[in-house]
């Protein structure tokens, strides 16, 4: 089991930035891929970015590609989501996951608690 717990959002300006950062439990974060989703209130849970268990892939939902930049550190299992240019539609609670290297909720099975970001205009 991956226990995960999210950090970094907060309230920016638009054309601002932040940087989450998501604290995963010991030996077992090697081996997941890990996903960035977010869910905006009256909406579902949209993928956001993912990166596989090596670091070697990526892959980003179309609409924060050049904004946003998922990345990780094996060494102290951590993930980060770096995010430029931050946009009001990006205000949502954001999650990270744990599980198969995917753009689908199903691929993974372990979750945080989630961080709230806000942008205002």
């Known amino acids: 089991q991956v226990q995960e717990v999210e950090s970094g959002g907060g309230l920016v300006q638009a054309g601002g930035s932040l940087r989450l950062s998501c604290a995963a439990s010991?030996?077992?974060?090697?081996?997941?891929?890990m996903g960035w989703f977010r869910q905006a209130p009256g909406q579902e849970r949209k993928f956001v970015a993912a990166i596989s268990r090596s670091g070697v892939g990526t892959v980003y939902v179309n609409y924060v590609k050049g904004r946003f930049t998922i990345s990780r550190d094996n060494a102290t299992n951590t993930v980060y989501l770096q995010m430029n240019n931050l946009r009001p539609e990006d205000t949502a609670l954001y999650y990270c996951a744990a599980g198969s290297y995917g753009t689908d909720q199903g691929s993974y099975s372990y979750w945080g608690q989630g961080t709230q970001v806000t942008v205002s205009s």
């Open positions: 010991g030996r077992a974060f090697r081996i997941y891929a």
